[in-house]
């Protein structure tokens, strides 16, 4: 049995761990997103109708159906009971109001204690659920590199951070024996475990192949034929692959991705790869194979959608402008310093709000 002094410990802990922001994230972004998510099947007719009065009830009701139908069959009766159960017993009470009677609020407080055990229940699957999540995020942070490998002809800095609590933006770079560095950057169809599945055999697939032939052509051709074959339908996977030389001289494939940023004294000169198929849709596709070079001083920026498609308080994008203005900033800027500014820039323009998309930036500038 819990004792008194448990409860008032967990009462200091609460409210010494509170703060301000939480309490108004809790309504300026939590339950708007609860809400939304709860009524989307019928956010239509809601807003199709003119009255007021019957908005507000179906919302309501949409509310209720949409958690019902978030529990499993048998939770549902137990919350259909308990829902019906505690207002009968608010009816019943207030019909007492005469004469004093304690069965009414017994019956509340068993509806009202129904309803706290389905709370309880559903509270333990999430906890399993993000265990399980958690575990799938440990694996797949192993996967992207914490520290990106610097070699004597670039410099290499890079930032990830994932929407949910697993992502499918991966970027990955293999100083190859000969002198020659590999690099992925890509980003798998959607967010959450089933992104990360797909970004998981996307990379596994690329660093086998790498030690059968790193070219383009080869690598991926590859991907493309292990992911049709292993991916669902809508299991798709967006990437850049490049291949540099140590004298700067480069060759890409772009499949379906944000094309890359080709920089030089501070400007954007050249934006790699055109609109293309991303990989995982149908085998016995081509994609095209781009020749390139690097002078010294010169980057290459790649990046995400979702930092270019992030939205502010207003609704507004980041957009490809942003970055190249924020490119022009500083002509002289690292690989690091520009990913930091780029970073910096996408937290002030999103006033600190969770991200959409999973959002990743690299940049390799050679020496």
Same mark, same amino acid.
């Given at each position: 049995?819990?004792?008194?002094?448990?409860?008032?410990?967990?009462?200091?802990?609460?409210?010494?761990?509170?703060?301000?922001?939480?309490?108004?994230?809790?309504?300026?972004? &939590?339950?708007?997103?609860?809400? *939304?998510?709860?009524?989307?099947?019928?956010?239509?007719?809601?807003?199709?109708?003119? *009255? @007021?009065?019957?908005?507000?009830?179906?919302?309501?009701?949409?509310?209720?159906?949409?958690?019902?139908?978030?529990?499993?069959?048998?939770? @549902?009766?137990?919350?259909?009971?308990?829902?019906?159960?505690?207002?009968?017993?608010?009816?019943?009470?207030?019909?007492?109001?005469?004469?004093?009677?304690?069965?009414?609020?017994?019956?509340?407080?068993?509806?009202?204690?129904? =309803?706290?055990?389905?709370?309880?229940?559903?509270?333990?699957?999430?906890?399993?659920?993000?265990?399980?999540?958690?575990?799938?995020?440990?694996?797949?942070?192993?996967?992207?590199?914490?520290?990106?490998?610097?070699?004597?002809?670039?410099?290499?800095?890079?930032?990830?951070?994932?929407?949910?609590?697993?992502?499918?933006?991966?970027?990955?770079?293999?100083?190859?024996?000969?002198?020659?560095?590999?690099?992925?950057?890509?980003?798998?169809?959607?967010?959450?475990?089933?992104?990360?599945?797909?970004?998981?055999?996307?990379?596994?697939?690329?660093?086998?192949?790498?030690?059968?032939?790193?070219?383009?052509?080869? =690598?991926?051709?590859?991907?493309?034929?292990?992911?049709?074959?292993?991916?669902?339908?809508?299991?798709?996977?967006?990437?850049?692959?490049?291949?540099?030389?140590?004298?700067?001289?480069?060759?890409?494939?772009?499949?379906?991705?944000?094309?890359?940023?080709? =920089?030089?004294?501070?400007?954007?000169?050249? @934006?790699?790869?055109?609109?293309?198929?991303?990989?995982?849709?149908?085998?016995?596709?081509?994609?095209?194979?781009?020749?390139?070079?690097?002078?010294?001083?010169?980057?290459?920026?790649?990046?995400?959608?979702?930092?270019?498609?992030?939205?502010?308080?207003?609704?507004? &994008?980041?957009?490809?402008?942003?970055?190249?203005?924020?490119?022009?900033?500083?002509?002289?800027?690292?690989?690091?310093?520009?990913?930091?500014?780029?970073?910096?820039?996408?937290?002030?323009?999103?006033?600190?709000?969770?991200?959409?998309?999973?959002?990743?930036?690299?940049?390799?500038?050679?020496?």
């Amino acid at each position: 049995m819990a004792e008194l002094h448990d409860w008032v410990n967990l009462g200091k802990d609460t409210f010494s761990s509170l703060k301000t922001k939480d309490v108004t994230n809790l309504y300026a972004l &939590e339950w708007p997103e609860t809400r *939304k998510m709860l009524i989307a099947d019928y956010q239509s007719k809601i807003d199709g109708d003119p *009255k @007021r009065l019957r908005r507000f009830l179906r919302t309501r009701s949409a509310i209720l159906l949409g958690l019902a139908k978030r529990l499993a069959p048998h939770r @549902r009766v137990f919350f259909l009971v308990g829902f019906v159960w505690f207002f009968f017993s608010l009816l019943a009470a207030l019909s007492y109001h005469r004469h004093f009677s304690a069965w009414p609020l017994v019956e509340m407080t068993a509806s009202f204690m129904i =309803i706290v055990l389905l709370l309880a229940m559903e509270l333990i699957d999430k906890i399993k659920y993000r265990d399980e999540l958690e575990l799938a995020r440990d694996l797949q942070a192993d996967l992207i590199p914490k520290s990106p490998p610097q070699t004597d002809a670039y410099e290499i800095a890079a930032f990830n951070r994932i929407a949910n609590t697993v992502g499918g933006d991966i970027y990955d770079f293999v100083p190859l024996p000969d002198g020659r560095l590999a690099v992925l950057f890509g980003d798998a169809s959607g967010h959450g475990m089933a992104a990360g599945l797909v970004m998981a055999v996307a990379h596994a697939a690329w660093r086998t192949q790498l030690d059968v032939d790193p070219s383009p052509p080869p =690598i991926i051709g590859s991907l493309n034929r292990i992911l049709c074959r292993t991916g669902g339908p809508r299991s798709f996977f967006s990437c850049c692959y490049v291949l540099l030389d140590r004298d700067g001289s480069f060759t890409a494939t772009v499949a379906g991705h944000p094309q890359i940023v080709k =920089i030089a004294s501070g400007k954007v000169v050249d @934006r790699i790869g055109t609109g293309s198929y991303p990989l995982g849709v149908k085998t016995g596709m081509k994609w095209e194979e781009l020749q390139g070079s690097l002078a010294p001083g010169e980057r290459l920026l790649f990046h995400s959608d979702g930092l270019t498609e992030a939205r502010n308080a207003n609704e507004r &994008e980041f957009g490809d402008s942003f970055v190249d203005a924020i490119v022009g900033w500083n002509n002289a800027a690292s690989a690091a310093t520009l990913v930091e500014t780029l970073i910096g820039e996408w937290n002030l323009f999103t006033g600190g709000r969770a991200p959409e998309d999973d959002v990743s930036i690299a940049v390799i500038a050679r020496r």
